[in-house]
């Protein structure tokens, strides 16, 4: 066994446990990467070298040390690492979420954040999330007069996928022939394989051999996603004259553009579509359930919402987007959740250009992870981390955020990082938030929720980068305010 790398034996090293000769810290690692970091992060501190396999990185797990990455050195940090993955994805020099920091990708940004997720674009899409959210109550109607148990996150994901799918090319993954049904195929299992790969990679052990073949089956759902895609733009191109735009019009309009400071090609525009695919629909359903668990597991803070729904919308009619702003409570349950359970718990870093952290010395190209888990649940800037307890987001205390700051769900506290933050933060965040709220809230407003043979949720965490739950949640829905009625109502 190495010596440790105590700061005090070596002053241009952060501190870092003791290792072994080849896997490094290998074995001190498990399948929940987040938490393995978080406890070590516990012994080693907020700024940490961990070395397995052949790759080093250094580990972020406090609020001041993420500001360093996500503001005073935000540019320096705006570019992710080359995953061995790279090697079998076509999309390589197009995916948004792994390009290198450039103008290509500062022109996507653009994209992302005045065009296809800006507020004006999500709101054009408020009555299909409305359509969406009736059809899913209708599912847990149909259940709880038949008192039959769901499994929620499979009608959530149902869900986010349609959402994503119609916001982009105006379909719904309905049926198993739909371009979307088969996307949304295709897009389950990149992320399933590229999480096996990821994980590979982190440990940098299996990357040279892809001894799982996961690198040839991604390629090759890759391939299958590209003529997807193709039949998708020709489509799209053929009845150009849709009254609203979708994500796919506003993206051929662009392509189009002679004036615009870059091309962007049809590849660009798969690579844009396998990002919000594969970064928009599994993160908020994940999210969702996560918020469906903990008010599962804390019945005073489910009573409190529904009472909250209750006396602000009243029963003779859904809750909508515009009541979100009046729910104060609703809102701290969401931020909550977040808090919790960030749905990518791990953000990975490259450093451009040497800088600083921590008074550390950190050399250009070198990897940083910062552990948005361990952040989130810091003991010391959050009293009682681990506690589910929606109302520390309804006082303006020193570790709480007021819930009417609009920066607080951006990372701009650090303490509090659910989407990241700097430039390279989600630009799903709105869209997400939104999607949150609202679901979250006909859940409650329209079921009572009753779990069967077991007091609690199990809320272990799953395997892999997506911080999902490790078991599913199966749950009983009994009626409250019956959603076909209410709708009639409104219209
Ligand atoms: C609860 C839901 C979501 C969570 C928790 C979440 C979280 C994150 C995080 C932590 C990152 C990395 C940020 C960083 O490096 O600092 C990220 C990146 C990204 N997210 Fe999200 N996200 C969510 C939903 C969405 C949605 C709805 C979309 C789009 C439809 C989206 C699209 C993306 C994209 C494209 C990136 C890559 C950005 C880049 O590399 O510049 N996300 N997200």
């Known amino acids: 066994v190495q010596k440790s790398r ?7 090293l952060p501190p870092s446990p003791p290792a072994l000769p080849v896997i490094g810290h290998l074995h001190l690692l498990s399948s929940t990467l987040h938490i393995s970091f978080k406890n070590l992060a516990s012994r080693y501190g907020p700024f940490m070298l961990i070395r397995a396999g052949g790759v080093t990185q250094y580990v972020v797990s406090n609020g001041t040390t993420a500001k360093q990455v996500f503001k005073t050195h935000d540019i320096k940090f ?18 948004f979420s792994t390009l290198n920091y450039s103008k290509y990708w500062i022109f996507l940004k653009k994209i992302c954040m005045m065009e296809i997720l800006s507020a004006q674009q999500i709101s054009r899409f408020s009555d299909v999330r409305k359509e969406e959210r009736m059809r899913l109550l209708q599912v847990f109607s149909k259940k709880s007069e038949d008192g039959e148990a769901c499994d929620v996150g499979v009608e959530l994901m149902a869900m986010t996928n349609n959402l994503i799918s119609r916001m982009t090319m105006s379909t719904r993954c309905s049926g198993d022939a739909s371009d979307g049904a088969q996307i949304r195929e295709v897009a389950k299992g990149i992320t399933l394989l590229s999480g096996l790969l990821s994980l590979g990679e982190a440990f ?74 594969l970064g928009g629909t599994d993160t908020t359903s994940v999210a969702i359930q996560w918020a469906m668990a903990e008010l599962l597991n804390h019945p005073t803070a489910l009573k409190k919402l529904q009472n909250e729904i209750d006396t602000v919308v009243g029963l003779s009619r859904l809750v909508d987007e515009p009541d979100i702003l009046n729910l104060p409570y609703l809102q701290a349950v969401v931020k909550e959740t977040l808090r919790l359970h960030p749905s990518l718990p791990l953000v990975f870093r490259k450093c451009r250009e040497a800088c600083k952290i921590n008074g550390y010395p950190i050399a250009k190209n070198s990897r940083i992870v910062v552990n948005l888990y361990a952040i989130n649940r810091d003991p010391d800037a959050w009293e ?5 307890m929606p109302e520390r987001f309804l006082v303006n205390t020193i570790d709480a955020i007021a819930h009417d700051d609009p920066e607080d769900m951006k990372g701009q506290n650090f303490s509090y990082v659910p989407f990241g933050g700097g430039r390279r933060g989600c630009p799903g965040a709105a ?3 939104t999607v949150l709220h609202l679901t979250l809230a006909a859940l409650v407003q329209c079921f009572d929720w009753k779990l069967q043979g077991v007091e609690k949720v199990n809320m272990e965490e799953g395997a892999g980068f997506s911080a999902a739950m490790a078991h599913p949640l199966v749950c009983y829905p009994v009626l409250r305010v019956n959603p076909s009625e209410v709708l009639s109502v409104i219209g």
Do not use: C, W
């Not at 105590?6 to 241009?12: I, V």
């Open 6 to 12: 105590k700061s005090s034996q070596n002053s241009q």
């Open 78 to 95: 705006a570019a992710r690492p080359e995953f061995g993955s790279a090697d079998s994805q076509i999309y390589k020099d197009t995916l």
């Open 204 to 277: 940098s052990l299996f990357k040279k051999y892809d001894l799982f073949g996961a690198g040839r089956k991604v390629k090759a759902l890759l391939l299958r996603f590209d003529a997807l895609m193709d039949g998708i733009i020709l489509k799209h191109e053929e009845e150009n004259q849709r009254e609203r735009k979708d994500m796919m019009d506003i993206l051929l309009r662009i392509s189009e553009d002679p004036t615009a400071e870059v091309k962007l090609t049809k590849m660009g525009i798969k690579g844009l579509f396998l990002d919000l695919f």
């Open 384 to 388: 009682n981390a681990a506690e589910f």
């Open 431 to 433: 869209l997400a938030t």
